[in-house]
């Protein structure tokens, strides 16, 4: 039984066709890889199966809700409470210290501010970086500021985390330590992982893998 | 020296060459700074076009004096016509060599007219008829720009053969005296010193930030110079450069604009403040001040911004932690401001003009003070704003980091509220003086008229009672006294019936006796003063009086009290029935016969209506040049707002994917541009308020709020904070999209 | 490398003489390495023996190379069954699976489907090697990191060549 299922997804900017009926099947608290040559339309894939972007064609059912049906306030709200995301870089709003970044999701779902800063600090603590806490991201190294955003990403207890190249600007050792650390609170909490990847080595962290070419996708578990 | 010219001249390049966004922001800067550069200049014309005009008045100024018999016998006289009044001349040329007044090619023979375009304009227009009567003459000709003081000015030079030489002078031997006194009204001349300093001063806050148009680019640009190798110093010397180019294009710009306005000058008609296009020349030393100044001000503002953002060679190093500001050497302009203000607090009388630096320096220390005082304010709030939603913790965050760019907007727009705020309290305090004046005066509805000695009265009182809405015509005398205190008193000598004309005294009996107190309450005699009598010498003891409401200030007293004291002037009083439609005009036709023998005066309800008008133009003027000034302001606001949004494209489009609801992103938008506003707004309000009671007190008069003018800027300054951010939003929506998911 | 699989894939584009043979396949995968004679008789001895491939007439004359060996019903379905078994993931197996790709496109075969099917047998592997890895010592990470940094070396040749098979199928089919 799938939890996020996409079906014949086409989409394109202008005379580009991102997607070209791609198909994906997502099972609860599995990590499943998207792989692909750049510009193959994984991002754009991961973009519509989590509700950022309206496919042309196409339907996205998330626990039998049907994304493209949906306005965008309520795909917003979507997003805020039932994933989570983590981005290559540049995610972490650069005002505020690495605790209120984390904080941020469960402020804006209502909670009081000292009770979303303490379930953060926890979160911080989990993924090793609770000594950053006080600081903004621009004072922290690329690991983990990375760690900060995986952090902000669980905190929600999301049910799917989409991960765009998350060790992207990472070197092996704290991608690798990033990965871990990604999967093990992913598979604690129960979350599948959509993890956009184009790194083998950062694929290998996951249980199943999707390849994308041409706009095209090739999920084995989808046609079971 | 030769290093720092070429440096110099590749920042001048890099604005200059290169793409068409680094041709867009110049012409932006160009017409930024061109704007303030036009102003700057009128203003640095002002002083020649006063110029103009005193000379050409003095020009026209009689010679009295003379060998001989005098060539040329002229009577000045003015007619009130409705709101207007009319200035001109009676002439009666003895001679062939008669002096011709300037603007006219010979002095009128009896019977002729020369009329200036506007008082020729008047006279066809819908209305003129009931003017006519007065100027029955043959118009013979207009009058030149040398006769006249502006081009809206009413005047007339009239031949009549019946004027005799009189023993106070009417004689004329030439035209052209230096006349020194008169000049401007020392409450008007304050509020045009701190109109123009107000106006000015955000002018030069502008010129500021349009420098800084487009700063952040800029600064990328300089930090891939650093890149390949230059110095911080000469990274500065460049930027200055850049700077230089804006400014040089500004200037350019600003002359442009000027030359092409200047022409138009003799359209605007707002009273006094028409003006001959020729006379509008900026004073050649101003006008080198405005040429130095503003590419000096572009450069230093440039470097003074750059001050603390330190370019790196790997792009621009904003995320440092930000300095804190201090505070004591920003309270010094205000504090010094103040300081000179209250110095001079009761120093501007009825007359005396006060020495206008310490006036003029403390206006622009203490307005020069809010764009010094502010960024250190919105610092000091930001730093203490804590809790509230997500939204305002993302605007303070952001402003912590930054709210010195922000603040320096806003300073301009607190300068142009602040002036706006003083000013309007200030014409405001004179209007309600005015007013008070002129409603005491509404309630009732008479003409004076003072005849010359030699009109016999009684053909005056006889051509009255024939005219149509006059009820009654009554004969009162004057004189003139001095108090112990050296108070000047006007004493009116005046029968019960003609006092009900000019005063509220409902049980008057002959032999009492009244006192009419000032606007501003002051009352000037009481009974047992000693008055002296001006002419005479003779003392006088003030009776019994009783405090009346009355139009014209001054003892009022009946002929039974009056023992002991003669009138020197005597001054007949047409009451007029208000139901008449421009019953005054038709009595002063009335008395078209003695065109230059005699001086009327309306008291009735017309004024307090033209009063309204000529304040309400003011006003709306005023108010026109702030709300323009403002506009501005709020563009600049929304280059750094839309600077900004460009800048955080990358977090703003994560946020939004991640699911924070656009809104809580607008309204965190909001709260950064309205923050700085909100805090300038009140600081501007307390600091005009504050100036303008210290101005009032300074010239004397009453303090007035206008609170609807404060109210109705206030709200455009929350109106434009929210056209701002809404004009934000289609950017912030672009930078939210999926596509600002994608990295380059 | 099997090069009995090779020699049945390249029958299948029609019956050949072992000479035309030894030739095709030194062409496409024998750059470093041709093929001797002897190799060539052998092994095709042996797939006539497995009955893979047959005799298709001899010209006149005499000597092996006057024989033609056409591909049998049995020698198809082996060649697909090879060409859907990914290898076993190990280093250096460029060859063989270079060969598999030419000769599925040189077949008009998905020569993605092999390359996919081989990346699915790799990131099996390098799953196993990870868990390892997580679970174990230093020693164990050491180890397994080098065996996962080669055979990330062979899923990046494997995701460049499916990203070229455009032009390789122009080529091969040349």
């Keep these: 039984m799938s939890l996020l299922k996409a079906e014949g997804l086409f989409k394109s900017f202008g005379k580009t066709h991102a997607l070209d009926g791609a198909d994906i099947s997502i099972r609860a608290g599995e990590v499943v890889a998207v792989m692909g ?126 991960a765009d190249e998350p060790t992207g600007a990472l070197d092996s050792l704290n991608g690798e330590r990033v990965m871990h650390l990604l999967t093990t609170a992913a598979r604690e909490t129960g979350a599948a992982v959509v993890l956009v990847t184009h790194e083998p080595r950062v694929a290998a962290y996951s249980d199943r893998e999707v390849v994308v070419r041409d706009g095209r996708s090739r999920d084995v578990e989808f046609a079971r | 020296m030769n290093r720092v010219m070429s440096d110099l001249a590749l920042g001048v390049r890099l604005a200059v060459g290169g793409s068409r966004k680094s041709w867009a922001r110049l012409a932006l800067q160009g017409v930024g700074i061109g704007l303030g550069v036009a102003l700057l200049l009128f203003a640095a014309s002002l002083p020649s076009v006063m110029e103009a005009r005193d000379d050409r008045q003095d020009a026209r100024n009689p010679v009295t004096e003379g060998a001989g018999p005098a060539p040329l016998l002229a009577i000045e006289q003015g007619h009130p016509f409705r709101s207007e009044y009319i200035r001109g001349s009676y002439l009666k040329a003895r001679s062939p060599e008669a002096p011709v007044p300037p603007g006219i090619d010979r002095v009128p023979g009896d019977g002729e007219i020369f009329v200036s375009p506007a008082l020729a304009a008047l006279l066809d227009a819908p209305g003129g008829e009931l003017l006519k009567p007065r100027f029955p003459q043959k118009v013979i000709g ?312 030699a009109v016999d009265p009684g053909a005056i009182t006889a051509a009255l009672e024939k005219t149509a809405g006059v009820d009654g015509v009554h004969e009162i ?106 019953v005054a005009e038709h009595t002063r036709n009335a008395l078209a016969a003695y065109p230059w023998q005699m001086h009327t005066y309306f008291v009735g309800q017309d004024d307090t209506n033209e009063a309204e008008r000529v304040f309400g133009v003011i006003r709306r003027a005023l108010l026109a040049g702030s709300l323009l000034t403002l506009l501005v302001a709020a563009g600049s606001l929304l280059v750094v707002a839309l600077e900004q949004v460009r800048e955080r494209r990358r977090p703003l489009a994560v946020m939004a994917a991640s699911g924070v609801p656009r809104g809580t992103l607008a309204r965190s938008l909001l709260w950064q541009n309205a923050l700085p506003l909100a805090i300038s707004t009140v600081v501007s309000l307390a600091t005009g308020i504050g100036l303008g009671v210290l101005v009032m007190r300074v010239s004397g008069s009453s303090v007035a709020f206008d609170w609807a003018g404060i109210g109705l800027v206030t709200a455009v300054v929350v109106g434009l904070t929210l056209a701002v951010t809404a004009l934000t939003l289609p950017s912030l929506r672009r930078a939210t999209g999926a596509l600002g998911l994608r990295t380059e | 490398m099997s090069i009995g699989h090779a020699l049945l894939g390249l029958l299948e584009g029609g019956p050949r003489h072992g000479y035309d043979l030894k030739r095709s396949y030194d062409e496409r995968f024998g750059q470093d390495r041709p093929l001797h004679y002897g190799q060539v008789y052998s092994t095709l001895s042996r797939l006539l023996k497995n009955g893979l491939v047959t005799e298709a007439g001899v010209e006149a004359g005499d000597g092996p190379e006057r024989k033609r060996y056409a591909i049998t019903d049995a020698g198809v379905t082996d060649v697909e069954r090879w060409l859907s078994t990914p290898e076993k993931p190990e280093p250096y197996l460029q060859n063989t699976l270079y060969a598999k790709v030419v000769l599925a496109l040189l077949s008009g075969r998905s020569a993605t489907e092999v390359l996919d099917a081989q990346r699915a047998a790799h990131l099996t592997t390098m799953r196993e090697l990870t868990k390892r890895k997580v679970d174990g010592d230093l020693a164990d990470q050491l180890i397994c990191d080098f065996a996962l940094f080669h055979l990330e070396a062979d899923l990046r040749w494997l995701e460049l060549t499916a990203a070229r098979l455009d032009q390789l199928a122009v080529e091969v089919t040349r």
């Design chain 2, 477 to 582: 005398g004057r004189t003139f006294g001095e108090l112990n205190s050296g108070e000047y008193v006007v004493v009116t000598i005046a029968s019960c019936e003609a006092l009900r004309s000019q005063a509220t005294v409902p049980d008057c009996v002959d032999g009492k006796a009244y006192v009419v107190p000032f606007s501003n309450g002051l009352v000037e005699a009481k009974a047992g003063d000693v008055l002296t009598i001006k002419k005479s010498g003779e003392r006088w003891t003030v009776p019994a009086v009783e405090t009346v409401e009355g139009t014209r200030p001054g003892l009022v007293v009946t002929p039974a009290a009056a023992r002991g004291l003669r009138a020197e002037q005597f001054e007949l009083i047409a009451v007029l029935d208000g139901a008449v439609p421009d």
């Design chain 1, 37 to 162: 040559p750049s510009g193959s339309g994984k991002s754009t894939l991961l973009h519509c199966i989590a509700g950022i972007l309206p496919p042309d064609k196409g339907t996205v059912h998330y626990s039998g809700q049907d994304l493209t049906a949906m306005n965008d306030s309520k795909r917003s709200e979507l997003r805020r409470t039932e994933f989570g995301f983590v981005f290559q870089f540049g995610q972490l709003v650069p005002e505020l210290t690495c605790l209120e970044n984390v904080a941020l999701p469960l402020r804006l779902s209502g909670m009081k501010r000292k009770d979303a800063e303490r379930a953060s600090r926890d979160w911080l603590a989990r993924l090793e970086v609770d000594g950053v806490a006080d600081q903004r991201p621009g004072e922290t190294s690329g690991g983990q500021g990375q760690r900060v955003a995986v952090a902000r990403a669980l905190v929600t207890r999301p049910k799917v985390i989409f």
């Design chain 2, 142 to 453: 207009t009058i030149g720009q040398a006769g006249l003081q502006n081009p809206n000015e009413l005047h007339f030079y009239a031949g009549d053969a019946k004027i005799q030489e009189e023993p106070d002078g009417n004689t004329v031997y030439g035209w052209g005296v230096p006349n020194d006194g008169g000049g401007l009204n020392p409450v008007l001349w304050l509020l045009s010193v701190v109109g123009l300093v107000v106006l000015l001063f955000p002018v030069l806050v502008f010129v500021g930030v349009a420098t800084r148009l487009a700063a952040a680019q800029r600064d990328r640009r300089l930090a891939a110079l650093r890149l390949v190798g230059a110095a911080a110093s000469r990274v500065r010397l460049i930027a200055s450069g850049e700077a230089l180019a804006g400014a040089l294009a500004g200037l350019v710009v600003g002359f442009g604009i000027f030359f092409a306005v200047r022409p138009s000058v003799n359209g605007i008609s707002i009273a006094e403040l028409s003006t001959f296009s020729s006379d509008v020349m900026p004073a050649p030393a101003l006008t080198v001040t405005v040429v130095v100044a503003v590419p000096v001000l572009a450069v230093v503002t440039s470097l003074v911004a750059m001050r603390r953002t330190i370019i790196e060679p790997l792009g621009v190093v904003r995320d440092q932690k930000p300095v804190r500001r201090r505070l004591w050497w920003r309270l010094v302009p205000v504090a010094a401001g103040v300081a000179l203000l209250v110095s001079q607090i009761g120093e501007l009388s009825a007359t005396a003009r006060p020495d206008p630096w310490p006036v003029v320096t403390g206006i622009v220390l203490l307005m020069l003070g809010i764009p010094v005082l502010l960024p250190w304010l919105v610092e000091r709030v930001v730093f203490t704003v804590r809790g509230g939603s997500p939204a305002l913790q993302l605007a303070v965050r952001r402003l912590q980091l930054d709210s010195g760019t922000a603040a320096r907007v806003v300073g301009g727009v607190a300068v142009v509220l602040a002036g706006t705020v003083t000013l309007q309290m200030t014409l405001a305090g004179v209007e309600q003086d005015v007013r008070t004046n002129e409603e005491k005066e509404a309630s009732f509805s008479y003409l004076t008229i003072n005849p010359d000695p």
